[in-house]
């Protein structure tokens, strides 16, 4: 059992709109904005997406965003495209008083 | 561009220790905090620990005790020794760069290496 809760899969047609939900608790992901999204192709290395809750490096596409409401923290990915079929893993970081870096358990994401 | 590559043994017997390499190239090792993140069989991401520029390590606290990372500046690499592994440290390995010590994310990652615990 991973450390942040993941739903296990979700999928949308190309060009619609999907959200990961990922849910902490008030010592990680609610406590702190270090909240970051990876993305993973298979036999390939994982990808930063998102960090600090909301920011994308550069050379992500706008379509990917992420927010914190409370305990939970979301990716949304807009106008799907087939490339985005990957798993997804959101990660927090908390503060240096007792210091834990968790993962969430990752989400298959599928483009129909 | 940085860029980061695992190697080491794919096949570790139980109760010895595992020993992985991370070649950084693009950055100098000490201008990052590095950083080892596994995962295991059907299960998601788990963070090891990482190492800072002054070589000071952070671990999670499940492994602490049977974890070490190093920085070898010599070669632009760093290493992770984990001991006295079970079954239940068969994974893919994979090395990251964070940043710096503010900047608390991981990137770039490496490809990974898969190391299964068997006699």
């Known amino acids: 059992q991973s450390a942040l809760t993941q739903p296990r899969s979700v999928s949308g047609p190309p060009g619609q709109s999907v959200t990961i939900s990922c849910t902490g608790s008030s010592s990680d992901v609610g406590g702190y904005n270090y909240v970051s999204w990876y993305q993973h192709h298979p036999d390939k290395a994982p990808k930063l997406l998102i960090y600090d809750v909301n920011k994308r490096p550069s050379g992500v596409p706008n379509r990917f965003s992420g927010s914190k409401s409370g305990n939970t923290a979301s990716l949304t990915i807009s106008g799907l495209q087939a490339e985005d079929e990957a798993e997804y893993y959101c990660?927090?970081?908390?503060?240096?008083?007792?210091?834990?870096?968790?993962f969430g358990g990752g989400t298959q994401l599928t483009v129909l | 561009q940085v860029q980061l590559e695992e190697s080491g043994p794919g096949l570790v017997k139980p109760s010895e220790t595992l020993s992985l390499t991370c070649t950084v190239s693009?950055?100098?090792?000490?201008?990052?905090?590095w950083s080892w993140i596994r995962q295991p069989p059907g299960k998601g991401l788990e963070w090891i620990g990482f190492i800072d520029n002054t070589g000071n390590a952070k671990y999670n606290p499940s492994l602490k005790n049977r974890v070490t990372i190093s920085v070898d500046t010599s070669t632009n690499q760093f290493s992770l020794n984990l001991t006295s592994v079970t079954a239940a440290d068969t994974a893919v390995y994979y090395c990251?760069?964070?940043?710096?010590?503010?900047?608390?994310?991981?990137?770039?990652w490496g490809q990974g290496t898969q190391v299964t615990v068997s006699s």
């Open positions: 990251a760069r964070k940043p710096t010590v503010s900047r608390n994310w991981f990137d770039p």
């Open positions: 990660c927090s970081f908390t503060g240096s008083s007792s210091f834990r870096v968790l």
């Open positions: 693009g950055a100098s090792i000490t201008s990052s905090f």
